[in-house]
């Protein structure tokens, strides 16, 4: 069947998903999946039909419903026995969660021991965002710029506000630290990868240099494993 069209990050994600997960027909969750194509994309791409999402609205795609595999769920409240999913990924939702500590706790816990999670989520102190966007308009790419400078200026541009503003490095590393035994940051691969046949390598070697990064990268993005013991 054909592949919907999909973010790069979540071509990314499934990349690093077929180079770990051992069998065929994994099963997984993607938490906030939106109208829902990204989980027919990487149900296809793992042949998998134990994939399926989950989001608070039910605004999914005329594709996925035909498939009956997503459902209306909130992250922070999962409906899934323990140890459900052997792997979760979660494309840019983190930062709409009230509570994203407990959205966290849940996608730990519905994993298997030894599962992996993939999350990318927008960087709180970048520059400029939205650039890479596959499916917005050029207006629409400078409106929400705008909107989170001006979010910026009146000190309002937290989740907790409204504001599309995500976490930073470090804010996003120790959420992940304190629930998972291994996290790899990998935005600067991710960069790389949807990027390195785009513009030309001097030029993202400048843009990832360790002290503009923070500032010139829209976005993070990490791996983690859950211990495959109960103590990790």
């Not at 994994?26 to 999946?33: D, H, R």
């Not at 629409?140 to 930073?168: P, T, Y």
């Not at 976005?219 to 859950?226: E, P």
């Amino acid at each position: 069947m054909a592949l919907p069209p999909v973010a790069a990050m979540v071509a990314h994600c499934t990349q690093l998903l077929q180079e770990r997960l051992e069998k065929t027909g994994p099963s997984g969750l993607i938490v906030g999946c939106g109208g829902g194509d990204e989980v027919a994309y990487i149900r296809r791409m793992l042949e998998s039909r134990s994939v399926l999402g989950v989001d608070i609205q039910a605004a999914f795609s005329s594709l996925v419903r035909a498939e009956n595999c997503v459902l209306i769920a909130d992250a922070r409240r999962l409906p899934f026995p323990s140890g459900a999913f052997e792997f979760a990924a979660s494309f840019h939702s983190l930062e709409h969660v009230g509570d994203p500590y407990a959205a966290l706790d849940e996608i730990r816990r519905v994993l298997r021991p030894g599962g992996w999670f993939y999350v990318g989520v927008p960087n709180r102190n970048r520059i400029l965002g939205y650039l890479g966007s596959h499916d917005a308009t050029t207006w629409q790419k400078i409106a929400w710029n705008c909107v989170d400078w001006w979010a910026r200026l009146r000190g309002r541009f937290r989740n907790e506000s409204g504001a599309h503003a995500g976490f930073d490095k470090q804010e996003l590393l120790d959420m992940l630290r304190q629930r998972f035994c291994e996290v790899s940051l990998l935005t600067e691969q991710f960069v790389r990868f949807k990027y390195g046949h785009l513009l030309p390598k001097m030029l993202l070697d400048v843009l990832l240099a360790p002290r503009l990064m923070n500032y010139s990268v829209p976005s993070h993005y990490a791996l983690c494993q859950k211990g495959t013991t109960h103590s990790d």
